[in-house]
């Protein structure tokens, strides 16, 4: 069997907090990702949502190597990503590529749209720089910008035109697999739109593979095939979209979905809310046992002490969905709480 393009295995980053001690050691640690696990298969969509702080971002960046992994293995078509140096990684920077979320700062200002989607090519060698600079005016076209355009500047475009660069720029080197991090958070609903159906047409195009960051769950649902919900820096419910959103399983993924307002007003005004008790906890000092339990409308359904004891591991439950919770919950049970 082949392998899928993207393997993620136990991935964890912790950033040194605190200052340094007179020895030159961290005073402590603030760990963003913990033993996240997941696969990307060719052409298929994997989001990953959860709150603002929750290691999304983070996960994204250690995974294309901007940050270096302190544990765990990433993996592109079963070759080893983490430990790579910068001259090692050149390679696979043709194979995965990034569009990130502010697409005026990404973009250079001083460059013209020209030289932008040039300097890939330019960086890995590739083409003349004539025929660079005709693969620029294709790469414009593709993505719905007029190629009379190319010797414009970013500011000379609106927010949708620069995103709309952004992924040109990262269509250059024709990658397997774009990361994209809430690359439409920063745009209006109908410029949202756009874009998103410009990334379904260049995914069925050209056989990309996707990791979409969001904390939208309703442009998740649009663009991806499989979820993961992620709470302080782990992934507690890994499932396909369809039984993500019809039937979620782990607290806080019902607790999300809840909050995803209705097109129905009626449906809106029957349906019940899950409102989350206190704050979400530092992860420099996370609780113990499960990191959700604090907030967690359901603790008391689990017997003893069980939820402040031990942190619950991700594994598929006899129904075959995967989630972390020491709760088994019944098929259809979380939906309705959350209809009702």
Same mark, same amino acid.
């Given at each position: ?24 050691? &961290? ?6 990702? $913990?033993?996240?696990?997941?696969? +990307? ?53 043709? $194979? ?42 294709? +790469? ?17 475009? =609106? ?47 050209f056989g990309l593979a996707y990791l979409f960051i969001a904390h939208d769950l309703a442009v998740v649902r649009h663009l991806c095939d499989e979820v993961c919900v992620m709470y302080l820096g782990r992934v507690v419910e890994r499932a396909s979209r369809d039984d993500l959103f ?6 806080? =993924? ?16 029957? $349906? ?9 906890? =530092? ?7 499960? %990191? ?15 939820? $402040? ?8 439950? %006899? ?10 919950? &019944?098929?259809?049970? %979380? ?6």
């Amino acid at each position: 069997m082949t392998p899928p393009l993207l393997e993620v295995r136990g991935l964890t980053k912790r950033f040194p907090v605190g200052g340094r001690s007179l020895l030159g050691k &961290p005073r402590g640690w603030l760990e963003a990702v $913990r033993d996240v696990s997941f696969d +990307l298969e060719r052409g298929r969509s994997l989001g990953l949502v959860g709150e603002s702080g929750c290691g999304k971002s983070t996960t994204a960046r250690t995974i294309i190597g901007l940050h270096r992994a302190t544990a765990g293995s990433v993996r592109l078509d079963g070759e080893e990503l983490t430990g790579l140096t910068r001259r090692g990684w050149l390679p696979y920077r043709r $194979r995965v590529q990034m569009v990130f979320q502010d697409p005026y700062a990404s973009l250079d200002p001083r460059q013209t749209v020209a030289s932008i989607l040039a300097e890939p090519l330019a960086i890995h060698g590739l083409a003349k720089p004539r025929d660079r600079k005709l693969r620029a005016l294709a +790469l414009l076209e593709a993505v719905g910008l007029n190629p009379r355009h190319v010797n414009r500047y970013p500011h000379e475009f =609106s927010g949708g035109q620069r995103q709309r660069i952004g992924v040109a720029r990262a269509l250059a080197l024709e990658p397997d697999l774009l990361i994209c991090d809430e690359p439409v958070s920063a745009l209006d609903v109908s410029i949202q739109a756009q874009i998103l159906n410009l990334l379904k047409e260049l995914q069925e195009r050209f056989g990309l593979a996707y990791l979409f960051i969001a904390h939208d769950l309703a442009v998740v649902r649009h663009l991806c095939d499989e979820v993961c919900v992620m709470y302080l820096g782990r992934v507690v419910e890994r499932a396909s979209r369809d039984d993500l959103f019809r039937d979620p399983r782990h607290p806080y =993924s019902r607790a999300l979905l809840s909050a995803v307002p209705l097109a129905d007003p009626e449906a809106e005004a029957e $349906r019940r809310r899950i409102v989350l008790e206190g704050d979400v906890p =530092s992860p420099t000092n996370p609780p113990t046992g499960c %990191a959700f339990h604090p907030r967690c409308p359901d603790r008391e359904r689990v017997p003893g002490d069980l939820c $402040r004891a031990e942190c619950p591991s991700l594994r598929a439950r %006899a129904d075959g969905r995967v989630h972390a919770c020491h709760l088994e919950a &019944p098929a259809g049970a %979380a939906a309705a709480r959350i209809q009702a």
